[in-house]
């Protein structure tokens, strides 16, 4: 059908723009966005809109446009709520934060991290959840609150120590992970964390998924010892 073809084409679209974007040639992906966006309001594809809407404001984001990039995150966002898409409004919420914060509006960012907390909570994603609780662990510090920071950053690398080593069972069950280090315990170059035992090709698998969340809950972990050193001389708990 006609409406299908105009789906398919705007979907596309999109897809070619986001090539253009990281190839660095963000007047053409703008361009053809726009043309995404035109097409999928002509079928009513309102989800194809908001992932438009919210490349475009990547898009103006990297050139610094951040006031524009805002104003498309919260067109996209308002589609978003409207057909109850929560994973994208998680994320677009985040977004919305990370420009607040740029500009200083702390309580704000604040507040829009604790929605995209509940809604990334409420569809079941982890991955989202622990990136927002360590940002929210990082404005609480900066709010005044470093006991309620050091609490959601230890949760934040608790959930991401989990997932790494989910990275492991899902590629094959019978990978076997011992756990070295527990929670909390300082580390030098050359510490082991964790030993795995298993076969050689889910081991493998699943290294590089693991290796990156470890990394990312390193930096949690590093900034909640910070929070906690500063905390302990006052007997905050």
């Excluded at 951040?66 to 104003?71: F, I, M, R, V």
């Excluded at 992970?177 to 035992?197: C, F, M, P, Q």
């Excluded at 298993?198 to 590089?208: F, I, Q, V, W």
Aim: proline content about 2%; charged content about 25%.
């Amino acid at each position: 059908s006609q409406i299908g073809h105009r789906w398919l084409e705007g979907n596309v679209l999109g897809n070619l723009a986001s090539l253009h974007g990281r190839q660095g040639r963000p007047s053409e992906a703008e361009a053809l966005l726009h043309r995404a966006i035109a097409m999928h309001r002509d079928v009513g594809d309102r989800n194809g809109e908001t992932m438009a809407l919210t490349n475009l404001g990547n898009v103006r984001r990297t050139q610094g446009r951040l006031a524009e990039a805002g104003h498309y995150y919260e067109e996209a966002l308002a589609i978003a709520r409207e057909i109850e898409e929560r994973r994208g409004a998680s994320l677009l919420l985040a977004e919305l934060a990370g420009l607040r914060f740029d500009d200083g509006l702390l309580e704000e960012s604040r507040q829009l991290l604790d929605e995209a907390l509940a809604f990334s909570r409420a569809v079941g994603d982890r991955v989202q959840e622990g990136e927002v609780l360590g940002r929210v662990a990082r404005l609480a510090r900066l709010l005044g609150d470093p006991t309620e920071a050091a609490a959601l950053a230890a949760r934040a690398v608790e959930i991401m120590l989990d997932l790494a080593l989910t990275a492991f069972r899902l590629t094959d069950p019978a990978i076997k992970a011992l756990i070295e280090r527990e929670d909390g315990h300082a580390l030098k170059a050359g510490d082991a964390i964790a030993v795995l035992e298993g076969p050689a090709r889910g081991l493998l698998t699943g290294e590089r998924v693991a290796l990156n969340l470890l990394c990312h809950l390193s930096g949690i972990a590093s900034a909640t010892a910070a929070i906690v050193a500063a905390v302990r001389p006052h007997k905050a708990r």
